[in-house]
């Protein structure tokens, strides 16, 4: 199975300030069949379902701010944030995939205001 | 997109129960759908798939053989039965819509129900 790991796992950042988490998956996620990184990146906040940011590693969910940026390939994955929101703090979960139909999450990495 | 679950509740170890999600506002059949549970101040954990036509179902290896994921396209639900349940297995626990894009990214979710496994 793939294990997906996240780092750190929390991290405190000014508002206003660039905020990055990394998720690092144990085999490569990316398909040689369409060229695509079965990785996908979700938020929740407190006391609510995860919501759907990003998938194929760097495509926006409709509705979501251009200030959340993913990349990465392979098997190393960053989600950032460019200028930290207070609505923005919430836990972030990296999922991948690739191997369906198991899918695994990340551990989370939860996301302050300094 | 409504997805709203039921069922959850306390049960001694060793029971079952049988979870409901009840899904609108969208053609229910056309997508794949997921269980996805979070233990009490614990991360995502996904527990079960199943495909727009049940041909493909996935399981995390903690639950198999004691969970069972199925669906009515008639009636738009999805169910989790759940037997041989332990005290690890207690969660919130959440139905997700596939993406019309990719069945294994979840872009719709319920707000859970609760499942509680102690004696």
């Known amino acids: 199975d793939i294990v997906m790991t996240q780092s750190p796992d929390s991290l405190a950042v000014s508002l206003g300030a660039r905020a990055t988490i990394n998720c690092k998956s144990s085999?490569?996620?990316?398909?040689?069949?369409?060229?695509?990184?079965?990785l996908a990146w979700y938020q929740q906040k407190p006391g609510q379902p995860p919501k759907l940011l990003i998938y194929w590693a760097y495509t926006r969910e409709s509705g979501v701010p251009d200030r959340f940026t993913g990349s990465g390939s392979g098997t190393d994955f960053t989600l950032t944030i460019s200028s930290l929101q207070a609505e923005d703090v919430a836990v972030y979960y990296c999922q991948q995939y690739y191997s369906t139909p198991i899918f695994t999450f990340g551990p989370g990495t939860k996301v302050d205001i300094k | 997109v409504q997805l709203v679950e039921s069922g959850g509740g306390l049960v001694q170890p060793g029971r079952s129960l049988r979870l409901t999600c009840a899904a609108s506002?969208?053609?229910?059949?056309?997508?794949?759908m997921h269980w996805v549970r979070q233990a009490p101040g614990k991360g995502l954990e996904w527990v079960s798939s199943i495909t727009w036509n049940s041909r493909s179902i996935g399981y995390v290896d903690s639950v198999k053989g004691r969970f069972t994921i199925s669906r009515d396209n008639a009636t738009n639900s999805l169910y989790l039965q759940m037997n041989g349940l332990r005290p690890d297995d207690t969660a919130l626990y959440y139905c997700a819509k596939g993406s019309v894009i990719v069945a294994g990214v979840f872009d719709s979710w319920g707000q859970g129900t609760l499942v509680t496994v102690s004696s």
């Open positions: 085999q490569s996620v990316l398909s040689r069949y369409n060229n695509n990184n079965y």
């Open positions: 506002g969208f053609t229910f059949d056309d997508y794949a």
